[in-house]
């Protein structure tokens, strides 16, 4: 009853949008609200209207008015939140779908910024990814839920959202770096996992004709396996290395790969099933490795787990969680034996 949809919200525009948000009002009609809500949800309206006419208007003056938007709007956040008591409100500044622009690229992340006197400053943390700077939709009904003295249902699944403080590089470097890091990985995950199950399927096919027709070739064939074996350890490792790119990150990946298979062939005179003990040992070392120093490459591997798909944000992942109980047995149970 107390919501305001009507036209004295908007000013017209003598800019690219006929129409623009009127933020002063926006500010009063909050802070009024504020004295018989609990709960009050604004829509600034700007940057749809923008996303709705930009196949109207050429890049340079879009870019411009998307500048003069955001200005308007971080202007208006920080007018309300000179006008209301931090101590007793929650303000939560949250895009809650991306733009049509992030879905070209798959970039289905958004920005959420949360002001509270009681909020650790620094960054945003929940129990449901249980990583700096990443909470999930869930968590923000949870958080409201939570701060209104309100005990989520069970159909909420998300955590309430604290604040932990945050050392080191600077937070917004941090946080751009890490989402750069979560694209890369959602849109070049299928690019290279699928072709090496491809790979995969066909090295396996190959390989059993070997046993009936052309044992002689077997002995060179264990390289092509070998190289099979290494790529889960070089999915790994590559993460240790700087990759903007998908052709540099195949690259490294291939030369890993290589470099794992060749070394395990190294060592002793029996090459038979010596290099295939070393490298599903080494593999699942690597992974459990990992694994205890909180899953520092793992959460960045595109073997790992993807967290813009929502699939998992931490501890360890169905493929790699394979490719340690496969490598085990394999290395070890050929080991004893």
């Known amino acids: 009853p107390a919501g305001q949809v009507s036209q004295g919200l908007t000013n017209p525009s003598a800019g690219y949008l006929a129409f623009r948000s009127d ?10 609200a504020m004295e018989t809500a609990a709960l009050v949800v604004i829509d600034t309206g700007d940057l749809y209207r923008l996303e709705a006419t930009q196949h109207y208007g050429s890049e340079e003056v879009i870019r411009r008015e998307r500048r003069a938007i ?45 002001t509270n006197s009681r909020l650790t400053p620094g ?15 869930t968590d923000l009904t949870a ?42 990985t959602y849109q070049n995950r299928p690019k290279i996992i699928k072709p090496y199950v491809a790979c995969q399927i066909i090295t396996i096919a190959c390989a059993a004709p070997l046993f009936f027709y052309g044992r002689q070739f077997i002995s060179y064939y264990r390289l092509v396996l070998a190289l099979m ?3 889960p350890a070089a999915l790994l490792l590559v993460e240790l290395f700087t990759h903007e790119t998908l052709v540099v990150y195949t ?16 060592p002793g005179p029996d090459k038979v099933i010596r290099p295939f003990i070393l490298l599903s040992t080494g593999t699942a070392g ?14 960045q591997s595109l073997l790992g787990y993807d967290p813009i798909a929502g699939a998992r944000y931490y501890g360890i992942g169905n493929e790699y969680m394979g490719v340690l109980v496969g490598s085990s047995f394999m290395g070890f149970g050929v080991l004893f034996q």
């Open 23 to 32: 933020y002063q009002s926006l500010v009063k009609k909050t802070v009024a």
């Open 70 to 114: 955001i200005r308007d709007i971080n202007n208006f956040y920080r007018a309300l939140y000179e006008s209301i008591n931090p101590e007793n409100s929650l303000l939560i500044l949250a895009s809650t779908t991306h733009s049509p622009a992030q879905a070209q690229d798959k970039n289905y992340l958004v920005p959420i910024i949360m």
């Open 123 to 137: 960054l945003v943390y929940s129990n449901t990814t249980r990583r700096s700077g990443l909470i999930t939709n």
């Open 143 to 184: 958080t409201i839920l939570s701060f209104l003295g309100i005990i989520p249902p069970a159909q909420v699944t998300g955590q309430p959202v604290s604040g932990v403080s945050f050392a080191g590089e600077n937070p917004w470097h941090y946080l751009d770096r890490m989402n750069r890091e979560m694209l890369f």
């Open 229 to 231: 074996v290494g790529v």
């Open 251 to 266: 690259i490294i990946l291939i030369s890993l790969t290589a470099g794992l298979a060749l070394a395990a062939f190294a």
């Open 286 to 299: 690597l992974v459990t490795a990992d694994l205890l120093a909180g899953s520092f490459l793992m959460k």
